[in-house]
Every structure is written in structure tokens, then in C-alpha cells.
T-cell receptor, first 112, second 115 residues
Framework: KQEVTQIPAALSVPEGENLVLNCSFT??????LQWFRQDPGKGLTSLLL?????REQTSGRLNASLDKSSGRSTLYIAASQPGDSATYLC???????????FGKGTTLSVSS | GAGVSQSPSNKVTEKGKDVELRCDPI?????LYWYRQSLGQGLEFLIY????????KSGLPSDRFSAERTGGSVSTLTIQRTQQEDSAVYLC?????????????FGPGTRLTVL
């Protein structure tokens, strides 16, 4: 059974720092991996999707990498801003390639 | 264009009552998913619809939960005889591809409170 773990559970940084969020999964037979952002009391906003054949994806200050063989993904946020404060969720598709299996998230706080 | 919408945004009900939650996916998206987010449990998959195929119900926690999708668009999640442990945020997502490689887009959720 696929399990997704995110470390750390919480992270506090001053504005301007570069930071890395980690995600690991137990079964490397995934079809894609998706990073989301969730603000308090809100739904999920998709940040990046990496297909299993890809190694990384970039969007603005965000860069996500995927190493399927080791079961790891990282989300790199450059020059963090207070507006980046949110919970970041990592999810992989199950072996049927349909449902997303989520980690419990990393709650990020960026102070000005 | 419009994203995924869900209604109601909040629902408070008494234990034992039935509730219906609605999801309007992004127009043209063939895949629709329901998830549940509860404290301490994180996000868990409930059910998946793809076009006219039979739904994948493997995530439904009990037979009190059911869902249907009419005309390949709007979906309704029904919880019968609600229990306090059903209290959670119910999230709907849609995808424009056949599941495997499709990016899923989420609605704002329905917060269900069972008293």
C-alpha cells in the first residue's frame, strides 16, 4: 500500500530565504506526482505536476524534482515571501493511475 | 474560466440525518473525484468517475456513502444516517484527462459538521 510522507511537518523561515520541502513515497510505481498549496479554510491549489517520465518541473519561484527510483520529491521555493505561508501537500497517483494519495503536508510560515 | 464549484460551502446537520453535497466540475473535464479531509486523517480518496464507465468506489468508508454523476457532469455525494465521525471537509476535483496523467483541480470544499 502506497504511503506518502512529508518532512518537516512545519517550517518557519524569514522572508527572502530559499527553502526545500521534502516528500517521500514507498512504492516507486507511480504515474505522476502533484504538489498543492492549501490556505486555511480553503481548497487545494495545484502548483506543479510531474509525470513519472519527468525529473522536474518549474513554475516561477517554484521548482519540483522527482526521483522515482528513490521514492522522493522535493519542492524548492526561492526567495520566500510572507504570501507563501500555507500548507504544502504532496500527492502521488495510485497504481491504477487515478486517485491521489496525499501526505499530511508541511505547514510553512514566512515572516516579514 | 470557471473552476470546480461545490455547494453548500458549510453544512451543519444532526446525527442520523441524510445530507447531499454537490460538485460542478470544470466544463469538459471527463474525470471527477471526491476526497475527504478530516483532522488527524489527512486527505483520503472516496470515489472516482471517468466518463460513462462504472465508478471506482474503493475509497467509500461505508455503505452509508454513495455518489452519482448525472450526464457526465454534476456529481452528488450522499451520506445517509450521518454520524459524528463523518464531520470533515469534502473536496471534489476534476481532471481533463483519463486519470493517469491528468492534473487534478480542486473545488473549495464543503465543511460538514454532524452534531
Amino acid at each position: 500500500k502506497q504511503e506518502v510522507t512529508q518532512i518537516p511537518a512545519a517550517l518557519s523561515v524569514p522572508e527572502g530565504e530559499n527553502l526545500v520541502l521534502n516528500c517521500s513515497f514507498t512504492d516507486s510505481a507511480i504515474y505522476n506526482l502533484q504538489w498543492f498549496r492549501q490556505d486555511p479554510g480553503k481548497g487545494l491549489t495545484s502548483l506543479l505536476l510531474i509525470q513519472s517520465s519527468q525529473r522536474e518541473q518549474t513554475s516561477g519561484r517554484l521548482n519540483a524534482s522527482l526521483d522515482k527510483s528513490s521514492g522522493r520529491s522535493t519542492l524548492y521555493i526561492a526567495a520566500s515571501q510572507p504570501g507563501d505561508s500555507a500548507t504544502y501537500l504532496c500527492a502521488v497517483t495510485d497504481q491504477a493511475g487515478t486517485a491521489l494519495i496525499f501526505g499530511k503536508g508541511t505547514t510553512l510560515s514566512v515572516s516579514s | 474560466g470557471a473552476g470546480v464549484s461545490q455547494s453548500p460551502s458549510n453544512k451543519v446537520t444532526e446525527k442520523g440525518k441524510d445530507v447531499e453535497l454537490r460538485c460542478d466540475p470544470i466544463s469538459g473535464h471527463t474525470a471527477l473525484y471526491w476526497y475527504r479531509q478530516s483532522l488527524g486523517q489527512g486527505l483520503e480518496f472516496l470515489i472516482y468517475f471517468q466518463g460513462n464507465s462504472a465508478p471506482d468506489k474503493s475509497g467509500l468508508p461505508s455503505d452509508r456513502f454513495s455518489a452519482e454523476r448525472t450526464g457526465g457532469s454534476v456529481s452528488t455525494l450522499t451520506i445517509q444516517r450521518t454520524q459524528q465521525e463523518d464531520s470533515a471537509v469534502y473536496l471534489c476535483a476534476s481532471s481533463g484527462h483519463r486519470g493517469r496523467f491528468g492534473e487534478q483541480f480542486f473545488g473549495p470544499g464543503t465543511r460538514l459538521t454532524v452534531l
